[in-house]
């Protein structure tokens, strides 16, 4: 089915090759696209690909017998900076909020891997073979770590000050000062669960015009994260950042700034109400969904948000294919019909 909108040739395709797919590779495939725009799409995924997904990491740790990171602790093969340096590879997925609590309590001589972590609640470990460090005689070896959700690289300065401010840690802790405590080791946190990206495009068909774009996109992640979640999340952010921008489509509208010395207010985004006043008839619907709807008294996009996709569905003559094409539609403004 081709979707157009203003004479533009809308993707309608995406697809997922099965055969390659892994919880750690995907390959995808998204067509059609005007010329240019799967360059201009494919840049603007990976970059938020890359640097805007929420992933989890280690902030700080303790060991029994360590007091900061430039020592060693006896019956430990590696320093304690060897032991950061490992614990930086540590994935961790936390399914709820975070933070949350990891726990070592090992006795006797030998190898201590990720498997040996106890984690708090619902968290898991995902790389259990990774090597933490080694005993070289049986004792008590204690040790307690903090795994948070963030985004992006934060410093082990930015981890004690607040956890920086894309971080559960941080957004919890706030303006206030962070609890110290004897022997709490910070390090720095790598929370993207993204490795990598590569995009490219080929020509591809549209009735008999060849001069489309097809984007074809290889993501590539650390596991805790499948690579298709990669992608809607990604495509997500990133038609969050546009949407207010559809709400200022008049020439010389501007978007007031903020009074610094007011207390900062996070407001969820709401229809703009001139996106509402819309009439159906600048939609570009069907004629079909057009005369459905006006037999319904629907004649604004006010009118349709309000009703359910139950409701639409019982209208006569209104069928599949319709609530489909007004779905998009209204996806296309940032929209969405009432909840059944």
Not at 175 to 181: H, P, S
């Amino acid at each position: 089915m081709r979707i157009r909108w203003r004479n533009l040739e809308l993707p309608s395709r995406v697809v997922v090759e099965r055969d390659s797919l892994t919880p750690t590779y995907g390959r995808f495939i998204i067509e059609p696209f005007e010329r240019g725009f799967g360059h201009t799409i494919g840049n603007g995924l990976r970059r938020v690909l890359l640097s805007s997904l929420e992933g989890t990491a280690v902030q700080w740790f303790t060991i029994s017998g360590a007091l900061h990171e430039f020592q060693a602790v006896e019956g430990v093969v590696e320093d304690v900076t060897e032991i950061v340096l490992q614990l930086k590879q540590l994935l961790v997925k936390i399914p709820g909020e975070g933070p949350v609590t990891l726990r070592v309590d090992k006795k006797t001589k030998g190898p201590i891997s990720a498997g040996d972590i106890t984690c708090e609640g619902d968290a898991e470990i995902v790389n259990k073979d990774l090597h933490i460090c080694t005993l070289t005689k049986s004792m008590a070896f204690e040790m307690r770590m903090e795994a948070a959700r963030g985004r992006g690289y934060v410093t082990a300065e930015e981890n004690e000050q607040g956890g920086g401010r894309h971080s559960d840690a941080g957004a919890r802790r706030g303006q206030r000062d962070v609890e110290q405590e004897i022997g709490k080791i910070w390090v720095d946190s790598i929370f993207s669960p993204v490795l990598r990206v590569r995009y490219g495009t080929q020509d591809t068909r549209v009735g008999k015009l060849t001069d489309y774009d097809k984007l074809i996109l290889e993501i590539w992640s650390d596991g805790t994260l499948r690579p298709e979640e990669a992608l809607a999340e990604a495509s997500k952010i990133y038609r969050k950042f546009l949407n207010p921008l559809c709400a200022y489509g008049s020439p010389g509208s501007e978007i007031p700034a903020a009074d610094p010395m007011e207390e900062e207010e996070i407001i969820e985004p709401g229809p703009d109400r001139t996106m509402l006043d819309k009439s159906i008839a600048e939609m570009d619907l069907s004629v079909r969904s057009s005369n459905c709807l006006e037999a319904e008294k629907i004649f604004t996009v006010g009118d349709l948000v309000s009703r359910s996709e139950a409701e639409l569905m019982a209208v006569r003559n209104f069928g599949k294919t319709s609530l489909e094409e007004i779905l998009a539609k209204l996806e296309e403004m940032g929209l969405e019909l009432a909840p059944n």
